[in-house]
Structures are given as C-alpha cells and as structure tokens.
C-alpha cells in the first residue's frame, strides 16, 4: 500500500534534510508528498525540493501570518514560481485570527491574490484558516473560488464540513486528529466523505500519537491514516486507495507511469 502527504514542510525541519525525510517517508510507504511553502524563499525552496526528489511536488504561496510579505514584487516571484510543472498547489494562504503578526485587513488582501493565482494557473488553492472560519468561508463565496480547494489541516464544526462538502472542497486531516484531546476534530473526520479525505501531516509540526514531543516528519502519515480508516470503518489499505485518488484529483497529480516516463 502507498500513502500520501498532502501538506509537509520539508525545508522547516531542524534535525533532517530533505533528502532524509523524503528516505524516512519512502521507506513507510509515503511515496507521494507535497512540499508546502510559507514566504518567498520557503516557496522557492519548495520548488528546488520537488524537482530534486522523484514524488514530491510544491505548493507555492505566502501564509497569512506572513500576508505582510505579499508586496507585488514578492507575488510577481509567486507567479512565476507557480507556472513550473512540480507545483500543483498556491499556498498556504487564508485567514488566521489565533496570531496577530498581521492585520485581517492584509490577511485578506492577500487570500484574494493568491485565489487569482490559483485560478489563473489552474492550480488547488491550499488554504489555512484558523479561528477564522466565518471570514474565510465568507471570502471564497465573494471572490469566487478556483475549481479544486483543499481546506489544510482541517479545525473546523459539522456546519463547516457541510459547507465545505456541498462544494466539493477537500478536506485535510493531520497529525492533530490522533490527539487525545481530539475528539470534535474525529467527529469532523467521521462526517467528510470519503471521496473528499485528505492526508497530510504538517511536519514538522503536529506530530501524531504516539510520538507527540519529537519533530514529525511524511513517514508518520500512516499514522493519520490509520485514524481515518478507524473512523470510517475502513482497512487503512482502503483508506490509502481512497485518498490517493482524491490527491490525485485535488491536485492533479501525475500518474506514477507518467512519472517514470518522465524520469
């Protein structure tokens, strides 16, 4: 069985090179991760990253606590970065109100950049939102959202599932839904459908159960996939199946036969 990590920073990590986490995940059967960039120079990392290393691909973008950075030379950077073939995503972008290293005034004005990068390039939107789902969901509804949208490390209720699964937007779960403490964001799990699950773990951050206190890394997305499968009474070799066809659709990834053609 083969998994996937819909969300991973693999430039973040401080103990293990790219190179290394991409082994680590390799050898758990994580053959397929996407790299996720937070600024200007993470982003191009990202870009480096994936085309250096057989199944990683890029998500390119300015995350919200970083919206201060979205200045038009640094999004003319984006724009160009999210033309090459290994980006399959723009982001993280979104809203976040936990944090206030930058005004929801700059949060938002940036959202609505990067929904225009995304459906300018045909690429997924990867979206962040946390503590901000009401302004969030409210400003994908006005500037009109791109065709695929991946809601990362999903935090939100039932009504926002349902929101979310009437317009066919994928949701994510990390490493967080194995947490003891965790059982809303399981109910929320238990509720998406099939057919709109995502892996990812975040990593380095969010390191699921049991292994909470160390750094997290793509190797340990088995793990969240274990969970889901649980949840909805699947084998995790199912739920692995499932998932990778959703990755597949959300960022159009390219078959595993096409990527060794290409190669």
Avoid: K
């Avoid at 990590?5 to 758990?28: G, I, K, M």
């Avoid at 053959?31 to 057989?54: E, F, N």
């Avoid at 959202?111 to 300018?120: G, M, S, T, V």
């Avoid at 045909?122 to 791109?146: F, K, M, N, S, Y």
């Amino acid at each position: 069985m083969s998994f996937v990590d819909t969300h991973c920073h693999l430039d973040h990590h401080d103990d293990l090179s790219v190179a290394e986490q991409v082994a680590r995940a390799n050898a758990n059967g994580v053959d397929t991760l996407i790299t996720v960039g937070t600024d200007m120079a993470s982003s191009t990392q990202a870009v480096r990253s994936a085309s250096q290393h057989d199944g990683v691909f890029a998500v390119v973008g300015i995350h919200p606590n970083d919206a201060m950075e979205a200045t038009p030379a640094v999004m003319e950077v984006i724009d160009t970065l999210a033309s090459e073939d290994v980006v399959v995503g723009i982001g993280e972008t979104g809203l976040d109100y936990y944090r206030d290293y930058t005004t929801p005034e700059q949060q938002d004005d940036a959202f609505r950049q990067h929904i225009d990068l995304a459906r300018d390039h045909d690429r997924a939107l990867v979206i962040h939102c946390r503590e901000a789902w009401d302004d969030c969901l409210a400003t994908l509804e006005d500037h009109g959202a791109p065709e695929r949208v991946v809601m990362h490390c999903f935090s939100g209720d039932a009504d926002v599932v349902d929101h979310c699964v009437d317009r066919g937007w994928f949701l994510s779960f990390a490493g967080n839904v194995t947490f003891a403490n965790a059982q809303p964001l399981r109910d929320a799990a238990a509720r998406a459908p099939l057919e709109l699950l995502l892996t990812e773990t975040d990593s380095p951050y969010l390191t699921p159960h049991p292994h909470r206190g160390t750094a997290n890394d793509p190797g340990y997305v088995p793990l969240v996939a274990a969970q889901l499968a649980q949840l909805h009474g699947l084998e995790v070799a199912e739920l692995a199946d499932v998932v990778a066809a959703n990755a597949a659709t959300a960022f159009r990834l390219p078959s595993p036969a096409a990527r060794s053609q290409a190669s």
